[in-house]
């Protein structure tokens, strides 16, 4: 077992092995990291060869997974030796163990270039490579011209020539710059003519890389490509070593075949001809063998040239071959193939007109849904919700749900999700789409999100045929002796608001259903309690004729919950106990609640998230869900149910109109914030009593992840196109767009950017603008006169987006800098570019940001409006009576004291009206201003040259009329006074809200959709069945 | 497209060879990841496909006697082609050892090392004829 040369290192390797357990091993791996680095530090003369064998006991203990923290010095310093197998060591277990940005690499940059342009090839090519795995931008900068020259040398060997084909790879990655000099693609199609195939190996590597970037450039290469597909398919010129069990080196063809697929189509005549050929030859000339490696690389190639036929979208008859080739794959036994055929299906569905072929393999599909390899099933499950639309939703959620049972942990919220969403999406009745639910939180109550019963409830909220029959199952599902929480939380839900409805049948009577909600109420957890509170109060106001032995069974458990721990159910039950008491106004409060806003479903988002990653929760997940565009969103999602009982106890405040509601500390108020906007849904359904709060958190989620268009992914929206189930108009908008203009030059923004402009002026964190391919989000911090923006820009497709340009046209009262930019956007990555600013003065004009991007052969140019407004630059402050009249007096008359009468006002009741000032950075300041129809704000402004402005706001509004009121506005400086004023009126006039989408959407005018629809998803629903 | 890292592993679960490409982990996510890798792929059994989702990525895997072969690869990635390119990297390990064993990859470890440096080099394929990757360890062998 003798190494060549190394004793101890075998030595050591045979201890370790001979451990006899974990504890053993560490032991032995302490000591000898100990005799390493004794050895490091006092022998201070080590010989190379010692270094050498050090320096791979270093390596070795590494791989078992123990931290080496020490002896990477000397790893670097071998590099600098002079014999070849010091030399090699130092390279490889450099690369190993460091970093691109580890400092000790700085040092060795100058002998890893001597090594480059020297004429030592084996040197030259530990160097290429060891640069390939770990170079940063430091050598990018230093090395990248050396490198070139070595790939393009005609007196250089193929063995340098292939490292240096990846090298410049490494390089160009870390600075794209370094090939973007003119020339290089005629320097690139000469690469492509290239005999040795180990070069060309790397080289298309290399080329793959640089068209994905920028096909453009690179279409005088599109011919080579074919020319070397026709060689290597003809085992024209390939040497025996590159074949491959008798196939020419599949690696080259697959890669090949994988440049061809960034072409967006092939226009030369002859080219197009040659390359139909070797597909054809690949499709028609692949058989199985028994050889298995053969037949692996046979196939490797196969699914390649499906995928590119696919993506040629080539001729019918061609087409149709794919798809048999595929149908017979999902078919087979052999588990790869037909793994890869499910996924390749999955694919191939991307190309429209498939879809009835494919549904033809349904039944094999979901023979495969049953498989006991989690690979597989997952593949069919993808493949099936792919593939589901209004013909095939029942069978297929059926499939699902009937799986539900069976299904791993792993998958099975995923199933839960995708299930939500086929039946939402395609539902052939309603009642069937209620089915479906209720089914999925009996079957998977662990897995159903809150968003998916949630959504239930909208549906049934907003369709009134649908209440009696929800309310029946319900009550159904309430008889199994065993519930979900998630169960007893809809059902009490759906009972408190239609019990009614179900008065007359049997075992459905208000005492009935109070009993047997009951039964649940010891084991449910306090996010339930106080739903089935709220029931229990609902049940009491449909009690008719009175039951007075109800009435006090309800008002016991009221009693009892009275002095219970949990703050908000306590004070749900006094609040209970109080609205009793008062008879009929109990029916006005408890009055059903009322239709809902037309909302997108937030579940289609989280679909996308869980594609990217499907099991587990693991750290790249959470990565991938912070670069995901959803990100700030999610930071804006409150603990939902935790937050319900608190804006019930706004409820019961708010017809009492008094204030006491402001004196909740500020940070509750903004805590409150979401409350708020969703609060401006009572305009929809005015009633005397906004209800609206409690639904408000119902929905707090599906509002905040509302943006539509974001939650299909492009490829599936297009997909979409045949079955516009969709239930809303911004997504029905989209679909229109993609229709209208599937041309990629005339991309169109997915958000109303003004909405958004204005919602960000209230709050400090959201999306700023959504297209098909990039999502700008917005996360804003102020500090007195200093602002910090960052900019998230986030690329939603699988191809990055390149030419990425901002520019700021900042108007005079800001001074702003922003960070660099990046060039290109990496497919499905987000990049920052923080943005700061300094407020100098008083002023309403706004920064404009100049965004463009290229993608594809498409520029698009925006400009969009940076919420860094006036009141962004106010910090709120509480000031007592004295002080404020003191002040107030003091700042007698224009210009310092501004008042003006508006008239078209939106209507704002007091609270909302506070609301919005809290949004706005203005303290209300209750107590001050003894007419309870007038609102007093304070503030304080901040610029650089002024510091802090006190500014003092009085509002008196008309109860009799809503729409005008009298606005009173005055601080020290003049120009501060107007310009507040003036904002503050546009604010006023111009109510910026989260749920008015029934407002904008009319203004899309491609949306197909009539308006009547917009606000009654369930409607628009059946209407489209 | 691209391999991200390359790792034998034993039966027992114990590591016999790792190279990372692209991205650098720390330890202990490179422990927390092996160890997740390891216990999803060693419970399949040789009726199951070859492929394993993990992440946001994929794991191409083989297993030869008492050693697996896991590559985890981009999602995107051909997985037949790098199923045959495990395949050509154990033959040409048995090329140079004669019917290479695990023993032969532990208390060679530089050799494997070599071998999958000339082989792969930052995620990508450079090289797939046998005689042109042993090149290298030939003429240190003959050097020696």
């Known amino acids: 077992m003798a190494l060549t040369g190394m004793r101890g290192l075998s030595v050591f390797i045979s201890d370790v092995r001979n451990c006899q357990n974990k504890e053993q091993e560490r032991l032995r791996v302490d000591k000898e990291l100990g005799n390493i680095r004794t050895r490091f530090k006092n022998e201070k003369a080590l010989t190379h060869y010692k270094k050498k064998k050090y320096v791979w006991k270093m390596l070795y203990i590494y791989m078992l997974g123990y931290d080496v923290d020490f002896g990477h010095m000397e790893a670097v310093s ?9 030399k090699q060591v130092g390279y490889i277990v450099t690369s190993c163990l460091l970093t691109e940005n580890h400092e000790f690499l700085r040092m060795v940059i100058n002998t890893v270039r001597n090594d480059i342009i020297g004429r030592n090839e084996t040197f030259q090519c530990l160097a290429l490579t060891m640069v390939g795995n770990i170079g940063g931008k430091e050598f990018s900068e230093s090395l990248a011209t050396d490198v070139q020259k070595l790939l393009v040398s005609s007196s250089c060997r193929p063995l340098v020539r292939k490292k240096a084909a990846l090298c410049l790879l490494r390089l160009y990655r870390k600075n794209p710059d370094v090939v973007n000099i003119d020339g290089w693609s005629d320097r690139m199609s000469q690469l492509l003519d290239e005999r040795d195939l180990g070069v060309l190996t790397s080289v298309m590597s290399l080329f793959v890389a640089l068209v994905s970037n920028n096909v453009e450039a690179y279409w005088n290469c599109l011919p080579k490509c074919v020319k070397i597909l026709e060689r290597l398919g003809r085992n024209q010129d390939v040497p025996q070593e590159y074949t491959y069990h008798g196939i020419p080196s599949p690696w080259i063809q697959v890669k090949t075949m994988r440049a061809l697929q960034y072409f967006p189509t092939i226009e030369d005549p002859n080219t197009k001809r040659a390359l139909f050929e070797v597909l054809q030859r690949i499709l028609m000339g692949t058989d199985v063998v028994k050889n298995v490696n053969k037949n692996n690389a046979a196939h490797a190639i196969l699914f390649e040239a499906l995928a590119l036929v696919v993506h040629l979208d080539a001729e019918k008859e061609m087409m149709s071959q794919c798809v048999a080739l595929l149908g017979k794959f999902v078919a087979v036994r052999e588990p790869n193939i037909r793994y890869l055929g499910l ?20 039944a094999q599909i979901i023979i495969s849904l049953k498989d006991p390899d989690i690979s597989i099933r997952r593949r069919a499950l993808d493949l099936l919700y792919g593939m589901c639309d209004v013909t095939n939703a029942k069978d297929i959620v059926e499939e699902l749900l009937q799986y539900l049972n069976t299904a791993d942990f792993a998958m099975r919220e995923e199933l839960a999700l995708k299930a939500a969403i086929l039946a939402e999406k395609f539902a052939p009745d309603l009642s069937w789409y209620v089915d479906v639910i209720l089914q999925l939180i009996d079957k998977a109550g662990d897995f159903v999100s809150d968003d998916i019963w949630y959504r239930v409830v909208q549906f049934v909220t907003n369709n009134e045929d649908l209440q009696p029959y929800a309310a029946t199952k319900a009550r159904e599902y309430l008889e199994k002796p065993v519930l979900h929480e998630t169960m007893v939380k809809v059902s009490a839900y759906l009972l408190g608001e239609y019990n009614h409805l179900l008065a007359r049948r049997t075992g459905c009577t208000p005492k009935e259903i109070f009993i047997i909600i009951n039964e649940k109420l010891p084991t449910v957890t306090t996010s339930t309690v106080a739903i089935v509170l709220s029931t229990y109060a609902k049940i009491l106001m449909h009690n008719h004729p009175p039951d007075p032995e109800l009435q006090e069974q309800i008002w016991s458990i009221f009693r009892k919950y009275e002095s219970y721990i949990d703050v908000e159910i306590q004070q749900r039950a006094v609040e209970y106990i109080a609205l009793c008491n008062k008879g009929a106004a109990l029916v006005d409060v408890l009055a059903e609640m009322p239709k809902f806003p037309e909302r997108q479903s937030a579940l289609l988002k989280k679909a996308e998230v869980a594609e990217v990653d499907t099991a587990e929760q693991s750290a790249i997940r959470i990565r991938s869900q912070q670069q995901t565009s959803n990100a700030l969103v999610v930071t804006d999602q409150r603990p939902t149910e935790g937050s319900l009982p608190v804006s019930q106890l706004g409820v019961v405040r708010m017809p009492s109109g008094k204030m006491e509601a402001s004196t909740q500390d500020q940070t509750s108020f903004q805590d409150q914030g979401m409350t708020k906007e969703n609060g401006v849904i009572t305009e929809v359904v005015p009633q005397d009593v906004p209800p609206a709060d409690l639904l408000g958190d119902l929905l707090g989620p599906l509002a905040i992840n509302g943006s539509p268009a974001t939650a299909v992914p492009v490829e599936q929206r297009n997909q979409n196109l045949l079955s516009v189930v969709e239930a809303t108009p911004e997504a029905a908008g989209s679909l229109a767009l993609t229709t209208v203009d599937n041309q990629p030059n005339s991309i169109q923004p997915i958000v109303n950017i003004a909405e958004r402009f204005n919602e960000l002026c209230l709050k400090d964190s959201g999306v700023l603008y959504e297209d098909l391919h990039i999502q700008i989000g917005i996360k804003a911090e102020w500090q007195a006169h200093h602002g910090h923006i960052v900019l998230f820009l986030g690329n939603k497709n699988t191809s990055p987006l390149v030419s990425v340009q901002a520019l700021i046209l900042p108007p005079t009262h800001l001074k702003m800098e922003l960070s660099l930019v990046p060039e290109t956007v990496p497919p499905r990555a987000q990049v920052q570019c923080p943005l700061e600013f300094v407020n100098l003065r008083a002023s309403r004009d706004v920064a404009v940001l100049d965004f463009s991007y290229k993608f594809g052969t498409a520029m698009v140019y925006v400009k969009l409006r940076l919420p860094a407004v006036i009141n962004k630059f106010l910090q709120p402050i509480s000031v007592t009576a004295e002080e404020f009249f003191a002040q107030w007096k003091s700042l007698s008359g224009p210009p310092l004291k501004l008042q003006e009468v508006l008239r078209g006002v939106k209507p704002l009741s007091l609270p909302e009206m506070a609301n919005l000032f809290t949004s706005l950075h203005l303290a209300v300041n209750p107590g001050i201003d003894t007419n309870p129809n007038n609102l007093i704000a304070c503030t304080t402004f901040y610029s650089e040259s002024t510091r802090a402005t006190l500014c003092l706001i009085r509002v008196e509004t008309d109860p009799s009329d809503r729409t005008q009121l009298r606005i009173t506005i005055a601080s020290g400086d003049p120009t501060l006074t107007f310009e507040l004023k003036e904002s503050i009126k546009e604010y006023l006039v111009n109510i910026p809200t989260q749920t008015s989408s029934a407002v904008v959407a009319p203004s899309q005018p491609q949306s197909p959709v009539t308006p009547v629809a917009y606000n009654d998803p369930g409607a628009m629903l059946a209407g489209l069945l | 497209m691209g391999i991200r890292f390359v790792l034998l592993v034993n ?71 790098i199923l045959e390119f495990i395949h050509l990297f154990v033959e040409t390990m048995d090329r140079h050892f004669g019917n290479v064993c695990e023993l032969d990859i532990m208390f060679h470890l530089e050799k494997a090392h070599f071998m999958l440096e000339e082989m792969v080099m930052n995620g990508c394929i450079v090289e797939t004829s046998k005689s042109n990757i042993l090149m290298p360890i030939q003429l240190m062998d003959k050097a020696s």
């Open chain 1, 343 to 362: 996924e390749n299906m999955t694919r191939m569905l991307l190309v429209s007109d498939v879809q009835d072929i494919i549904k033809s393999h349904q």
């Open chain 1, 78 to 86: 071998l590099i600098s030796a002079p014999k070849y197998p010091e």
């Open chain 2, 11 to 81: 039966k027992q679960g114990q590591t016999r060879l790792a190279q990372y490409y692209a991205e650098h982990l720390t330890l202990d996510e490179r422990r927390a990841l092996e160890g997740e890798i390891v216990r999803k792929c060693l419970a399949r059994t040789d009726q199951q496909c070859s492929f394993v989702e993990h992440r946001n990525y994929k794991i191409v895997y083989r297993r030869y006697a008492s050693l697996f072969f896991l590559v985890g690869v981009d999602n995107d990635e051909n997985e037949l082609a």
